[in-house]
């Protein structure tokens, strides 16, 4: 069943070309950013992470970019591919003053993959 | 390992009713979080617990009440439900590295809650 909203930004792009997620965040005590994956029906899944003192990480096929001048999160997709449909989520990790970290996400972006 | 478990996945409640939705996680994580996703409002943080025996407000946290007696289960309680409670309820889990450095959250697949 479907599991997040109708009314999320949306980025359509073709198979087999580069996407590009933007993510602003609000909080400049955050020190650890996530992106996550959901699929329809499961719950968020990690992809990539990166920490506040480093601006650029790689992993398979993606890359995060932090700029923390701006508060600015990128998610990059290489040669995209129909099973990178999904719902794609930012999320910033500060402390918190309950002890710990706690972990607030954005709002969501929905990627369509054309065939 | 099952990673996170939520049960029950699917509930109708009527407005006034009270339930409580369960989270189990086997890999021995300290912190556990409670999140609720709405259309249009990606996952809000309801309450979290960095520890057993502790727990603390998320974002939304009114209406909602959570216990974490047991490190591997975290409880969130509905006392009577309403219908703007209606939501995909989502529990997550992770550890803490050594030097006190966070790492990803780890998802159960959601329990779907209907308040009618």
């Known amino acids: 069943g479907e599991s997040v909203g109708l009314h999320l930004p949306t980025l359509s792009v073709q198979e087999g070309d580069n996407s590009i997620i933007n993510c602003a965040y609000s909080n400049s005590a955050s020190d650890y950013f996530i992106w996550y994956k959901q699929e329809s029906g499961k719950g968020p899944q990690f992809i990539i992470d990166?920490?506040?003192?480093?601006d650029k990480r790689q992993g398979q096929r993606v890359t995060v970019l932090l700029n923390k001048t701006v508060k600015h999160l990128s998610l990059q997709i290489a040669a995209t591919q129909p099973g990178d449909s999904a719902v794609y989520f930012c999320a910033e990790t500060a402390p918190s003053m309950a002890g710990g970290f706690k972990t607030i996400f954005g709002a969501g972006t929905r990627l369509f993959v054309k065939a | 390992n099952a990673g996170v478990t939520q049960t029950p996945k699917f509930r109708v409640l009527k407005t006034g009713q009270s339930m409580t939705l369960l989270c189990a996680q086997d890999m021995n994580h300290e912190y556990m979080y409670w999140y609720r996703q709405d259309p249009g409002m990606g996952l809000r943080l309801i309450h979290y617990?960095?520890?057993?025996?502790?727990?603390a407000k998320g974002e939304v946290p009114d209406g909602y009440n959570v216990s974490r007696l047991k490190k591997q289960n975290f409880l969130l309680g509905l006392e009577s439900a309403a219908p703007s409670q209606t939501s995909v309820y989502f529990c997550a889990s992770s550890y803490i590295h050594s030097g006190r450095k966070e790492s990803p959250l780890h998802f159960g697949n959601g329990t779907r809650l209907t308040v009618t």
């Open positions: 617990s960095v520890g057993e025996g502790t727990t």
């Open positions: 990166i920490r506040s003192n480093m």
